[in-house]
């Protein structure tokens, strides 16, 4: 990346700026390459290796960057190989799951040091949930100190959508949590100084499919989470859409023709299929929650269960339509599909063939990469990307 693109089109910078971006192009390719040399680095980026040389200086003097050993092999003069101090910082991800909370922690490489999966005791109560969460998130910065330094940055997924202005989680009807809804930042308030992004479990497994799974080279896609209910990320340009109050995607909302007159699909692929077979009295699915019901289906689909065939089909084709009603709103490059769910095999073809059948120009109907890790995965990739971004200033304010 060279400096003169970062600064095409804007008005002449001052030095002090100039060094900033510098210091930023250079901080962000050893994250991407290290260990590197300056002359490396000069390379890759275009700068001028005597202005690589002052930012590394720079960035040494505020203990970000460390020599990590010598170039050898090569003629000439040796290099000296540079990669981010081990103590510079680190980052915690959360992923509050309708049963279960997951939390990893993560240097600013993304190489996690701390992965716990925890219950909670009381799922629906949010006071619970939000004493839980502060002890989980306090037991985690007090391992991460040890080593890494401090918290930079917090990033927490909930099932819920999420104001983009003030981050407030939004109660909406029929999704996970309707009833006193848990609010991260005020549960974490005063935890740390570090920033706490919280956003839609969805967004972020969209977010995490565009840099890490099966979005990396399409500059728009819809991934559509199918679980207990039913949600889609967009990214359009290669940037997330959450509209002006933070509720788009939530195709659920949708009605399609497939549906009763009046209704809506929000209830999503496993709680109808749930709801169907729990009506038969079906007993080996008694005492499991809407979504292992529907894997109990889909498994009983791929062994040749001609109920379970037409169940699948029929809500794939409800699925489906949803879908192509999205593709002939934005028409996106390709469409992932993904949750507990929606990246069964069993499940794809009934939603490639509705959305064929009904879209203008159908895109590509396939699986997404990260499965169920992918809402962890994208909450961990935005508090990285974060944490990088404020790691200069902060060092300058120490």
Not at 84 to 113: S, T
Not at 171 to 192: N, R
Not at 245 to 256: F, Q
Request: proline share 7%; glycine share 10%.
């Amino acid at each position: 990346m060279e400096i003169r693109r970062e600064l095409a089109g804007a008005a002449l910078p001052s030095m002090t700026l100039l060094r900033e971006l510098t210091d930023q192009i250079v901080l962000d390719t050893v994250f991407e390459q290290a260990p590197i040399t300056r002359a490396e680095i000069a390379q890759r980026t275009g700068i001028s290796k005597t202005t690589v040389s002052e930012s590394v200086r720079r960035l040494e003097e505020m203990k970000l960057l460390l020599p990590a050993g010598e170039q050898r092999g090569r003629q000439g003069r040796v290099g000296t190989y540079y990669q981010v101090a081990a103590d510079a910082g680190f980052v915690v991800a959360v992923d509050l799951h309708q049963n279960e909370i997951r939390l990893c922690a993560a240097d600013l490489f993304g190489r996690p040091f701390l992965e716990s999966t925890h219950q909670p005791a009381q799922p629906r109560d949010p006071d619970h949930i939000a004493r839980q969460l502060r002890s989980i998130i306090i037991g985690a910065i007090g391992q991460g100190t040890v080593g890494h330094g401090k918290p930079l940055t917090i990033g927490v997924s909930v099932a819920n959508p999420v104001d983009p202005t003030t981050s407030a989680v939004i109660p909406l009807e029929d999704t996970p949590y309707p009833e006193g809804v848990f609010q991260p930042q005020e549960a974490l308030a005063g935890l740390t100084d570090a920033p706490l992004l919280v956003e839609n479990d969805v967004n972020l497994a969209a977010v995490a499919e565009r840099w890490h799974g099966a979005g990396r080279d399409a500059d728009s896609f819809a991934y559509v989470f199918i679980g207990a209910g039913m949600g889609m990320g967009l990214v359009i340009g290669d940037r997330l859409i959450r509209g002006a109050r933070g509720v788009a995607g939530e195709i659920g909302y949708l009605s399609v023709s497939s549906q009763p007159p009046g209704t809506q699909v929000r209830h999503g692929f496993a709680r109808a299929v749930a709801a169907g077979f729990r009506a038969q009295q079906l007993s080996t699915t008694e005492g499991l929650d809407s979504v292992a019901v529907a894997r109990e289906v889909l498994r009983r689909a791929d062994e040749g269960d001609a109920e379970a065939r037409a169940v699948v089909e029929e809500e794939g084709r409800t699925i489906g339509e949803a879908i192509a009603t999205v593709c002939a709103v934005v028409d996106p490059e390709l469409v992932l599909l993904g949750g507990p769910i929606g990246s069964h095999p069993a499940l794809l073809e009934p939603v490639r063939a509705a959305v064929n059948a009904l879209a203008p120009l159908p895109p590509p109907i396939e699986a997404g990469a990260l499965g169920d890790a992918a809402p962890l995965r994208g909450a961990l990739a935005v508090a990285l990307r974060r944490a990088r971004a404020d790691l200069r200033t902060r060092a300058q304010e120490t």
